[in-house]
């Protein structure tokens, strides 16, 4: 396996070609079979194998995903949704073949309903697109995961990222959903409504399901009001482990942080390098606080108050918002800037999560295992809800560096899931953890399989990912 894995051919979908000719008779030009279109859409940003699909369908309405998936459905062809291919785990690639739906171009935010904090968007919506359309009206989307990720894509890999720890995850933030099933249904699932007691929660069993149980068509999200202050910081440790009691100690004395991220030493360098900052040389903490300017003062100075007895120090925080935003884009860059400091390497990153009382346990242990064998796998993570990543960069030059890197993978999976937590946090399944799923959820994957039969009986939706091949 090579650490940038070339594009790979699999066996063509049975039927494809007559899906693919109706298809032109209905979109024309908006049917592609070009390899550069379907490479694009075969490989996401991960080490993984890449699988063209044999063409790629660009879809401008709901109505027009029904009818795509009505088509598809009828001659068993297979179907991947595509939202900005920014996913980590394979995703989007397509090991089946088939057809790649593109949803980009449904990229309308449909309704801000500012009294009640909701908006409804297609899922070709970015979120900085959609804060930047809803910014004239004091409200915010939080969800943060660093890519520019489009909101349906976000919703079906049951997206986090920086400002999770206060604001929750996309399981937290999304109401209802429209979506279109395999069988070419489109339905609503949800109310614009707080809470609900009425039926099976189906907006929960979509969000996370990606793509494997229908297209998304339609979010209804929740807003929030954009704090009166929003003030970031910094502070440096000399220890890891001293960097990761402070965020343990911060949550559980209740202290409403938005962000607390931390970054390594190693990634430390490569930020500074690649982002043209000076920041310590050392171990860093990250932190937001949100809230009136006396609230955000006092945040702040119980944090620092925190990191003082863990070893921190250079606490340095700003309320300007270039600043601010200079900051969190360094750390959403820390990957590019890992990858820029190994030109030609192969980027793998990967994520677990853990109860915020082990944090401390499985980071220090991952470092050493990292350290032990020769790896280079800078540490980032979202510690506020006791999830981290590895940014594992892999030497195409040295044959053994992939299982390696493999190896420590599934060190760090089994470490998380002895300590109470997850194979991923944030990142999702696709095709890179479905082996972790059985050791996670045991008899449960057995009840994932019979939902997804009963969905979808002929699995032409994203087949191949979370469960694996077949029903």
């Not at 346990?361 to 999830?387: F, M, R, S």
Request: aromatic content about 6%; charged content about 20%.
């Amino acid at each position: 396996m090579a650490a940038e894995a070339p594009m790979q051919a699999q066996v063509r979908a049975p039927h494809v070609d007559e899906t693919i000719t109706e298809l032109r008779k209905l979109y024309g030009d908006r049917v592609s079979t070009a390899h550069a279109v379907r490479e694009q859409h075969g490989k996401d940003i991960s080490y993984h194998k890449a699988h063209l699909p044999d063409a790629v369908v660009f879809a401008e309405s709901a109505e027009e995903v029904q009818k795509i998936v009505e088509l598809c459905a009828r001659h068993k062809t297979p179907i991947i949704a595509y939202g900005t291919g920014t996913s980590l785990e394979g995703h989007i690639s397509a090991p089946n073949g088939g057809i790649s739906l593109d949803v980009s171009r449904m990229n309308k935010v449909l309704a801000v309903n500012e009294a009640d904090l909701d908006v409804v968007v297609q899922p070709g919506v970015t979120r900085k697109q959609l804060n930047e359309y809803i910014r004239d009206t004091g409200l915010f989307f939080p969800i943060d995961p660093g890519a520019d990720a489009s909101i349906g894509g976000m919703t079906s890999t049951r997206a986090s990222g920086t400002n999770a720890v206060r604001y929750g995850t996309m399981r937290e933030n999304v109401l209802a959903l429209q979506v279109v099933t395999a069988d070419g249904r489109l339905m609503r699932l949800g109310r614009r409504s707080r809470k609900s007691s009425a039926g099976y929660d189906l907006v929960k069993l979509f969000i996370g399901s990606e793509g494997t149980l229908g297209v998304i068509t339609e979010i209804t999200l929740r807003l929030y009001g954009i704090p009166e202050s929003m003030a970031a910081a910094t502070c440096a440790f000399e220890s890891l482990e001293g960097a990761v009691n402070a965020v343990i100690q911060t949550i559980q004395s209740g202290i409403p942080v938005a962000r607390i991220e931390l970054m390594d030493t190693e990634t430390v360098a490569t930020v500074n390098n690649y982002s043209k900052l000076s920041l310590p040389s050392k171990n860093l903490l990250l932190l937001e606080f949100h809230g009136t300017e006396a609230g955000t003062k006092e945040q702040a100075e119980m944090v620092q108050a925190i990191a003082g007895e863990n070893g921190g120090g250079d606490f340095a925080w700003t309320g300007q918002a270039e600043e601010r935003t200079r900051m969190w884009q360094a750390r959403h860059d820390a990957a590019w800037a890992a990858k820029a400091a190994r030109p030609g390497w192969g980027m793998w990153a990967t994520d677990v999560c853990v109860p915020i009382s082990r944090l401390a346990e499985c980071i220090l242990e991952t470092q050493k295992d990292v350290q032990k064998n020769g790896l280079y796998a800078p540490i980032v993570g979202h510690v506020g809800d006791g999830n981290f990543h590895l940014t594992m960069m892999v030497n195409p030059g040295d044959p053994t560096y992939l299982p390696r890197a493999e190896a420590l993978n599934d060190r760090l999976v089994a470490r998380a899931l002895e300590l109470g937590g997850t194979c991923t946090g944030e990142h999702g399944v696709g095709l890179g953890k479905i082996k972790f799923l059985y050791e996670e959820h045991g008899e449960a994957v057995s009840l994932m399989r019979s939902i997804k039969k009963a969905l979808d009986p002929d699995n032409i939706m994203n087949p191949g990912k979370i469960i694996g091949p077949g029903n």
